[in-house]
């Protein structure tokens, strides 16, 4: 459960410890772009264990925490191959040595299954296509609980459901945030927000930590309240080699360098060697990069500013009270306002 | 001794105390607000207030118009929707909400839809709003009675108090256990919810009034708190605050809205303009 508007910064390694549990239902709340990464990274080196891990899309983040044995379970949509026809990755070496459970969604029915979970319901109607295919019919871990049909109290209709989703956990990267946790996004909204509302305990990370007037001037640019918040971490770079809009580019030489390396369990090891367990935290991990590539090679990934226009959130005053003293509606100064009290008899000793 | 002050301040002071710091406090028009600025000045600085209409952690600066308002403040922190305001509060996010009451039995359960018969009323009254939602899922919920009526039975049941009393609110098994109307403040006093009995009975009167006076407004045999105790007049700090804050408040709607009128129309004069008797000519 939230925790009060209390200052909630510290470090991925306070945060993970505190808050990510062996067992726990995780999600994670990126989809597709500006991942989690460097939270990710933390809970491997923290060697948590035996997740149901909720992903929208499978990209580098669910291979590196699967290769990191990390993940009993998955529930997911989609699972990145890495290597062609090669060598799939993480997900399907883990899947034909049997130490992981898969249940496939399509992205609409896992988004709704977010949806559920954060607005409280227990389970949602959903489209109703894949009742003609195997997503329906073919059941890993859930069983009888992936999907079930009622009927339409309205129509009569066969109606196709999914059950709510509220996982443990859930890590997410974001642009900006303030100490107390309010978190901006902005860009590809995804499933982002409800993955992280649906959830009990929240970690947010985020490129830079912003004072709490900014965020008071964009409200709408926040997808976590914070009152949901549980810890709010700065990681420049954090979702690197993923892209965070308005901060970098996808890093598209280091992703194919990932991916041509988790074709293979030695190769995965050797890579999860170097830059996850080798480097103690993303400022190590980006030292050893720029020791391996020079720091030219982020330097060119930097977004170059195209900034939104400022929205007006202002108001004609902020103080009931006039340049000269005296209240707007009542044309009065206070001592003039208390007299009528007085005069009225509306004052009690 | 602290300064003199109007009724409408203690009623406003005494509503702010059931605010706790860290709390997250959806805040009705009018009264509440008033209660929501200065228990966050004052007593609950972490509080998080909302609006169902999704304004979430602001600072009022000026009293709200309707819960829709963001010209009361400079910014907010999120803006969400009413549908996950509601849903935020159905989730047990929220720990207090204040409703105002327009008729209420004895055991919390609220009218605010229609005086007389439904089909054909006496008087029509705004209806539910957010207000069903909204005792059935906060943590708890305050209710103020300022020109409502107490009675045996609503004309119209809008929004669950404690049911038929007893347990049976949570029996029912459609609320969080122990939610449910944590007091009810009227121009008289404070009322609370026996723990057992879940009738209400007064546990403060306001300063000069007479136990007769809250008596007379009830139909049924009121029970009175053994403990029963006179409301704390405010402190200096609290009238100032509010004084400053919503001074129209203070003076209470008539008397604010005839002094409104005065103004406008001596402005009107002193520009040569005809105001409102420029309209009846």
């Known amino acids: 459960m939230a925790q009060p508007n209390d200052n909630k910064v510290m470090s991925a390694k306070e945060a993970v410890a505190r808050f990510v549990h062996d067992g726990d239902a995780l999600i994670i709340g990126n989809y597709t772009v500006g991942t989690c990464a460097e939270l990710v990274f933390e809970i491997c080196r923290q060697g948590r264990k035996h997740f149901t891990l909720y992903s929208q899309s499978g990209i580098l983040d669910v291979d590196v925490l699967v290769n990191a044995g990390c993940v009993d379970r998955l529930v997911t949509t989609y699972v990145m191959r890495s290597g062609g026809k090669k060598g799939g990755g993480a997900v399907e070496r883990a899947l034909q040595a049997g130490s992981l459970e898969l249940e496939d969604y399509t992205n609409f029915n896992y988004n709704a299954r977010l949806m559920a979970g954060m607005h409280g319901f227990t389970f949602i109607p959903v489209l109703e296509g894949v009742m003609a295919t195997d997503l329906f019919r073919k059941r890993g871990f859930m069983g009888e609980d992936k999907y079930r049909v009622i009927p339409c109290p309205y129509t009569g209709k066969q109606v196709l459901t999914v059950p709510a989703a509220n996982p443990d956990v859930c890590i997410v990267h974001v642009q900006r945030a303030d100490r107390f946790g309010n978190a901006q996004y902005w860009g590809a909204m995804g499933s982002v927000a409800a993955a992280a509302l649906c959830s009990k305990r929240i970690i947010v990370s985020c490129e830079e930590i912003v004072e709490h007037d900014v965020v008071q001037s964009s409200p709408h640019l926040t997808i976590i309240p914070a009152f949901r918040v549980d810890a709010v971490v700065q990681i420049p770079w954090g979702a690197h080699p993923t892209e965070v809009l308005g901060y970098y580019n996808q890093d598209s030489f280091f992703y194919g360098f990932f991916r041509q390396f988790n074709t293979t369990a030695d190769a995965a090891k050797a890579w999860m060697d170097e830059w996850v367990y080798g480097c103690p935290d993303r400022e190590a991990y980006l030292d050893h990069y720029a020791s391996r590539f020079g720091t030219g090679m982020l330097d060119k990934l930097r977004a170059k500013a195209f900034y939104s226009a400022p929205a007006n959130y202002g108001a004609a005053f902020t103080s009931v009270w006039d340049e000269t003293g005296r209240n707007r509606l009542l044309g009065l100064t206070l001592a003039e306002i208390e007299q009528k009290m007085a005069e009225r008899g509306l004052l009690n000793e | ?281």
């Not at chain 2, 049976?168 to 459609?174: E, K």
Request: charged share 20%.
């Open chain 2, 1 to 281: 001794m602290s300064k003199p002050y109007t009724l409408n301040e203690l009623l406003i002071i005494t509503c702010a105390k059931e605010i706790e710091d860290y709390q997250n406090v959806i805040l009705g028009v009018g009264l509440p607000t008033t209660a929501g600025a200065l228990a966050k000045a004052l007593y609950a600085p972490h509080a998080t207030l909302m609006m169902e209409s999704g304004i979430i952690d602001f600072q009022p600066l000026v009293p709200l118009h309707h819960i829709a308002d963001a010209h009361s403040c400079r910014g907010f922190s999120y803006a969400t929707d009413l549908f996950t305001a509601f849903t935020m509060t159905y989730r047990g996010f929220v720990d207090v909400c204040f409703l105002g009451v327009g008729q209420i039995d004895k055991f919390g359960n609220l009218n605010t839809t229609c005086i007389g018969d439904y089909f054909n009323p006496q008087l029509r009254l705004p209806g539910s709003g957010g207000a069903a939602d909204f005792i059935s899922y906060a943590k708890k919920t305050v209710l103020t009675l300022r020109g409502g009526q107490f009675v045996e039975k609503l004309d119209y049941f809008t929004s669950p108090g404690y049911l038929d009393g007893g347990d049976a609110r949570d029996r029912s098994g459609l609320f969080p256990k122990g939610s449910g109307p944590s007091m009810l403040l009227t121009t008289k006093g404070v009322f609370r919810f026996d723990d057992l009995t879940k009738e209400m009975y007064l546990s403060q009167i306001h300063p000069g009034v007479r136990l007769e006076d809250v008596r007379k407004q009830i139909p049924w045999e009121l029970k009175v708190s053994p403990q029963l105790t006179v409301t704390a007049p405010p402190t200096d700090a609290e009238i100032d605050f509010v004084r400053r804050f919503a001074p129209a408040e203070s003076l209470g709607r008539e008397a604010a809205t005839e002094l409104a009128i005065a103004h406008a129309m001596q402005r009107a004069d002193a520009r040569g303009k005809n105001g409102m008797t420029g309209q009846r000519n």
